[in-house]
């Protein structure tokens, strides 16, 4: 059973930089997965924020690619995202998930539950 | 940049059939998918690659694409089906994109 659990600090100061890490339970990271985060800012909708292959290769959204940092460790089974000078518009509910790939295409196919972070003044 | 279209809001009652449409420029050659979220959960796959259930997804939930629309329809719909639904789907330069999102409403 794949599972994905996001952690990290619910409390960022603006202008700091957020980091959250997703630990993968039932499938490895180091395969043919992509794995990637998405974030929803209360009452409103999911927005992609980037996705990483085990390679390294990388692809972010270009709204937040200046600030945007997405990582991989395999040896620990995990990955984790950092996003640099937030602000309170960074406040958000982030999940992370995997990727399956479909051609070209790739589509999201397990969450994980994910974690409200908010930002402070 | 790229993006999907949805009614932000459809209302249907138990039994009936709801249809939330996503229109999107990139839809003829790319795959739609669609997600549904219950208050406070993560989202849930419902349909994958315009038309495919994943396994247990009830039958009642089905995808068709059609040109620049895509489609979700809920035949016989039940309370239990309330949620936000969003459609998915990547761009030429492989972004992932997803839609506003469309209320469902069963009563």
């Known amino acids: 059973q794949v599972q994905l659990q996001e952690s990290g600090p619910g409390l960022v100061k603006s202008a700091e930089t957020l980091s959250l890490t997703c630990t993968v339970s039932?499938?490895?990271?180091?395969?043919?997965?992509?794995w990637g985060w998405i974030r929803q800012p209360p009452g409103k909708g999911l927005e992609w924020i980037g996705s990483?292959?085990?390679?390294?290769?990388?692809y972010y959204n270009p709204s937040l690619k200046s600030r945007v940092a997405i990582s991989v460790d395999t040896s620990k089974n995990l990955f984790s995202l950092k996003l640099s000078s937030v602000t309170a518009a960074d406040t958000a509910v982030y999940y992370c998930?995997?990727?399956?790939?479909?051609?070209?295409?790739?589509?999201?196919?397990?969450w994980g539950q994910g974690s409200l972070v908010s930002v402070s003044s | 940049s790229y993006e999907l279209t949805q009614p932000p809001s459809v209302s249907v009652s138990p039994g009936q059939t709801a249809r939330i449409t996503c229109s999107g420029d990139?839809?003829?050659?790319?795959?739609a998918y669609w997600y549904q979220q219950k208050s406070g959960q993560a989202p849930v796959l419902v349909i994958h690659?315009?038309?495919k259930r994943p396994s247990g997804i009830p039958e009642r939930f089905s995808g068709a694409s059609s040109g620049t629309l895509a489609t979700l329809t809920i035949s016989g719909a039940q309370v239990d089906d309330e949620a936000d639904y969003y459609c998915?789907?990547?761009?030429?330069?492989?972004?992932?994109?997803f839609g506003g999102g469309t209320k469902l409403t069963v009563l």
């Open positions: 998915y789907s990547t761009d030429s330069s492989d972004n992932r994109v």
């Open positions: 998930a995997r990727e399956v790939g479909v051609g070209l295409e790739k589509y999201f196919d397990y």
């Open positions: 690659e315009d038309s």
């Open positions: 990483i292959h085990q390679s390294e290769n990388t």
């Open positions: 039932g499938s490895s990271i180091n395969s043919a997965y992509f």
């Open positions: 990139a839809l003829p050659k790319k795959y």
